[in-house]
Nanobody, 123 residues
């Protein structure tokens, strides 16, 4: 059973930066694709960023391209989301999720989810 724990959220001013972490525990964490999703108030949860477990070209939502960077350190079982030039529209609960079903942006393909971390961007 894989467990995921997000951290690093908080309150930041528009234009600022935050780095989110997703720490995984359980067998074979390095073989899972870990993806970031977010859910803004009153909106459905949406895809943010993903990267294959071995590296390779990342996928980003159009709304965060050029501002967010996903990376992972398999040595410490952690996936990161570096967020820069934050905007009020980035305010949301950010979730990490894990799958072995390939690089996918569909939430239905993800078997394991963290509880989320709140990011609030003040304008």
């Amino acid at each position: 059973q894989l467990q995921l724990l997000e951290s690093g959220g908080g309150l930041v001013q528009a234009g600022g930066s935050l780095r989110l972490s997703c720490a995984g525990s359980g067998p074979s964490f390095a073989s899972y694709i870990v993806t970031w999703f977010r859910q803004a108030p009153g909106k459905e949860r949406e895809f943010v960023a993903s990267r294959n477990w071995w590296g390779g070209s990342p996928l980003y939502a159009d709304s965060v391209k050029g501002r967010f960077t996903i990376s992972r350190d398999n040595g410490v079982n952690t996936v990161y989301l570096q967020m820069a030039s934050l905007e009020a529209e980035d305010t949301a609960v950010y979730y990490c999720a894990a799958t072995r079903r390939g690089l996918t942006t569909s939430q239905n393909d993800y078997e394991y989810w963290g509880r989320g971390t709140q990011v609030t961007v003040s304008s």
